[in-house]
């Protein structure tokens, strides 16, 4: 702010001229306000409320929220790989032409011809990777924190909305190439939507009912994939699907500020207040003695029970931890994309399908159950997990533990023991259905209904959910309850994706290595 | 004349509405009416009138071009047509469990995307496929060449004589 005063110039012309000359500070002033670095904590909060883009965080935060340990910068990497994907979906949206004819020939011309446009796509690629993984372990991160607990249960329902929509936004844009990967893949995905038809045709109900046809025919607007299956992807993929990503998440963010910013246990640190400018012990009196204010008064200011908020400037200290989180998933990025290219098969073929026909690795774990039956593994497993998870913060009402890993007591062995239940029962149950098959080999006129009903995946989430059940009635705590089984469903989901990615081969037969797969 | 309340008017009199209680109504109901019908028609687009697509009906020859006992795969219709003692047959090699397209195998038909393995009628042997690989109506057409109509199921062992 220039305080100088300047002396009025006798005309308008010569007003002119001056304002003229000054032209550079003014228009300074008017974009920066302060017109120079804030200096003192007052200038420092005006630097976070006065900006559009800074002041959906709160002026002051707590230490603990930045402390990389408990958030691991998971949603920030999440966020930050979305807006690296705005960027080169942008970009990569200069030279695609959505339509079976042209698609394929665009990537290859953005793949060896475009200046940069192969990169810009491998960036585009690993980022969609960075974001799904970070997706995955950011919900992991705020399970096992206990972040979703009273007021936060809402913001959990968003993040899961998120997480569909990151796996659609990825699904999507698995087409847009039009290469045999795509071709294939989406000729599952899209059945896979058709297939409540194995329960309608096992009850012989099609004609009149039909959710598995109405699904598919609303996805390719046809009854095979081609062009117009082709451009409703893209729509969702360019349009419909980031609008509603970036619309859910502002109210994420929005909701991070109105419900007290990120969860944390009551109380200062460790027992640490800050005050002043000097830690102090906080005295926490024993409820069994009578004590004298002067045992309670140290120093000049009483420091009882609870200690002063433990908070520092969000300028600059937390911005440049986001900024720091930013760079480094920018640079993650930048090194995948460098080093390893997207790939890009031979043009679609209807004729011929890949072999073996695999999804992309965050949906390889569906496709080993759908190997078991599409309807439970491709639909109702995932639901079922997903309306699992969206219930966890109502059905767990209980406080305590909000903002430490495994907070409350007993909750280490609760995950510890469920780590090992939920890895034994999936290995378990792939050893057995790799070396034995199922129900249809051993008796091969069975009914659909029964392998519906009873098939390696629903085996599975029963005996997940057995456990979890045991976990509620032994340890008498729903949290516990809780984290059994999401211990369960994080180590099935990875167990599932590993082995889907390395030891199915050619006709979804078991290799040990993808060298012994068969050359044709 | 003193305003009455509700409890000392008698029930006979006529319930009064308040000007404004009427706007909010009449506004809020308007609203959703609107925007429900103009959500129900937007919703509506998407599912298309008419499914795009040739029609999938082939010519496939002569039948003296088929040898009984012989097999031909046609490959742009993704079917196999048979030839037998009894008559031709045509089979869809289009898996029924996630659309894949089925190869010949020794003994009848194999998946390569999920293991799903048919016999040579295609019933189902092993592997997650829900149902057979369905029949398709093979008929003959005015030039007398076979014509199979590849979106007409027909029941299996269903023969076209020759």
Same mark, same amino acid.
């Given at each position: 702010m220039s305080t100088v005063t300047t002396p009025v110039p006798p005309s308008a012309t010569q007003e002119f001229l001056h304002n003229l000359r000054r032209l550079p500070h003014t228009v300074k002033d008017a974009w920066f306000r302060l017109g120079h670095a804030p200096e003192s904590e007052r200038e420092e909060s005006q630097a976070t409320f006065h900006n559009l883009f800074l002041h959906i965080h709160s002026v002051r935060v707590h230490v603990r929220s930045l402390a990389p340990t408990l958030t691991l910068g998971l949603g920030i990497i999440s966020a930050a790989s979305f807006v690296i994907l705005c960027i080169t979906g942008v970009l990569l949206m200069v030279y695609y032409k959505p339509s079976t004819t042209l698609a394929y020939d665009s990537i290859k011309d953005l793949h060896f011809v475009v200046f940069t446009g192969r990169f810009m796509r491998n960036i585009h690629r690993w980022s969609a990777h960075v974001m799904v993984a970070a997706v995955f372990l950011h919900m992991a991160r705020v399970f096992y924190t206990s972040s979703y607990k009273r007021p936060r249960e809402f913001n959990w329902l968003i993040g899961l909305g998120l997480l569909v929509l990151t796996l659609a936004l990825s699904f999507t844009g698995y087409l847009l190439p039009y290469d045999q990967l795509a071709y294939w893949a989406i000729t599952i995905g899209s059945n896979i939507a058709n297939s409540p038809r194995e329960l309608t045709d096992a009850l012989a109900i099609t004609k009149w009912f039909d959710p598995g046809g109405f699904q598919r025919r609303l996805l390719l607007g046809a009854n095979f994939v081609g062009e117009d299956a082709l451009i409703r992807f893209y729509v969702l993929h360019v349009f419909i699907l980031p609008v509603a990503l970036v619309g859910l998440l502002s109210v994420h963010f929005w909701r991070i500020r109105k419900d007290g910013g990120l969860a944390r246990p009551e109380g200062p640190m460790g027992g640490l207040a800050e005050w002043g400018g000097e830690r102090k012990r906080v005295f926490e009196p024993l409820a069994t003695k009578t004590y004298g204010l002067m045992a309670l008064v140290k120093g000049r200011r009483p420091t009882v029970n609870r200690g002063p908020e433990d908070t520092v400037m969000s300028w600059p200290h937390l911005f440049w931890a986001e900024l720091a989180v930013f760079m480094v998933t920018v640079a993650l990025s930048l090194i995948l994309a460098f080093h390893f290219d997207a790939p890009l098969k031979e043009l679609a073929n209807p004729g011929v399908p890949e072999n073996p026909a695999k999804a992309p690795w965050y949906f390889l774990g569906l496709q080993e159950l759908v190997s078991y039956s599409a309807f439970v593994g491709g639909l109702v497993i995932p639901a079922i997990a997903w309306i699992g998870l969206a219930l966890i913060p109502f059905l767990d009402q209980r406080t305590g533990g909000e903002g430490e890993w495994l907070g409350t007591p007993g909750e280490k062995r609760v995950a510890l023991k469920s780590l090992s239940v939920g890895l034994v029962a999936v290995v378990g149950m792939l050893a057995f259905t790799v070396n034995y098959g199922w129900l249809r080999n051993w008796y091969? %006129?069975? %009914?659909q209904l029964w392998i519906i009903a009873i098939n390696p995946g629903s085996i599975l989430v029963l005996l997940y959910m057995a456990w979890s059940l045991w976990v509620l009635k032994r340890s008498n705590s729903v949290r516990h309850a809780a984290v059994a089984l999401f211990t369960c469903f994080l180590v099935g989901f990875s167990v599932l994706t590993y082995f889907a990615t390395v030891h199915r081969g050619p006709n979804w037969l078991f290799y040990w290595w993808p060298s012994q797969w068969p050359v044709h | 004349m003193p305003e009455l309340n509700e409890k000392q008017?008698?029930?006979?009199e006529p319930v009064t509405i308040r000007r404004r209680s009427f706007l909010s109504v009449a506004a809020l109901t308007s609203f959703f009416s609107a925007a429900g019908m103009a959500l129900a028609g937007a919703l509506r687009l998407? =599912?298309?009138a008419v499914l795009p697509g040739p029609v999938r009906r082939f010519k496939v020859g002569h039948p003296e071009e088929f040898a009984v006992g012989s097999e031909t795969r046609v490959e742009e219709a993704n079917f196999t047509l048979f030839r037998d003692a009894q008559g031709v047959f045509a089979i869809s090699c289009v898996c029924t469990h996630l659309g894949c397209t089925v190869a010949r195998s020794a003994d009848g038909f194999a998946c390569p995307c999920h293991g799903s393995r048919f016999a040579r009628? =295609?019933?189902?042997?092993?592997?997650? @496929?829900?149902? @057979?690989l369905p029949w398709l109506e093979v008929g003959r057409a005015a030039d007398g060449q076979l014509v199979v109509y590849a979106d007409n199921e027909v029941p299996e062992g269903t023969r076209f004589r020759v």
């Open positions: 091969p %006129h069975i %009914h | 008017k008698s029930r006979l998407p =599912g298309p009628n =295609g019933e189902v042997v092993r592997g997650p @496929a829900p149902r @057979a």
